[in-house]
């Protein structure tokens, strides 16, 4: 009779595995990303984002040429507003010149209502780097 796996095991697996994400970013942000200029992502932290967690991969793609780069998760950082992420790291962490300029770009993609009610998160990002496949 074949020995049974204890169940524990097969969840803990489960838990520690990796996921991948995926996101599509303006042109500017992603060559900052890509670039490794931009190292932090900050983004509301609502349910898709509250998934993420360090060692997790995610697929960032350009929304008008869909190039893509593959990212590790390699930190999470919560915060109540944009306001207090950007005061807790320099500018160029997040690509930008000043927090005036991360300020600007957050309120085109979220509402202050939305900031409130859910808070932040800054997803601390490394670039993999991209490997050219051969041509046949």
Do not use: W
């Not at 932090?40 to 060692?55: F, L, S, T, W, Y």
């Not at 808070?119 to 046949?136: C, D, E, F, R, W």
Request: glycine share 6%.
């Amino acid at each position: 009779m074949p020995r049974k796996q204890p169940l524990l095991r097969g969840i803990r697996s489960c838990i520690l595995k990796e996921m991948t994400h995926y996101s599509v970013v303006s042109p500017h942000v992603f060559a900052a990303i890509k670039s490794g200029q931009r190292v932090i992502e900050p983004r509301i932290n609502d349910d898709a984002h509250k998934a993420i967690r360090p060692g997790d991969l995610i697929v960032i793609t350009n929304r008008t040429t869909h190039d893509q780069v593959v990212t590790k998760v390699v930190g999470i950082l919560r915060f109540a507003s944009f306001k207090e992420l950007a005061q807790a790291y320099p500018p160029d962490k997040f690509g930008v010149h000043d927090e005036r300029d991360l300020l600007q770009e957050m309120r085109r993609y979220y509402t202050t209502d939305q900031e409130i009610q859910s808070g932040v998160v800054g997803i601390k990002l490394h670039a993999l780097k991209q490997h050219k496949t051969a041509a046949p």
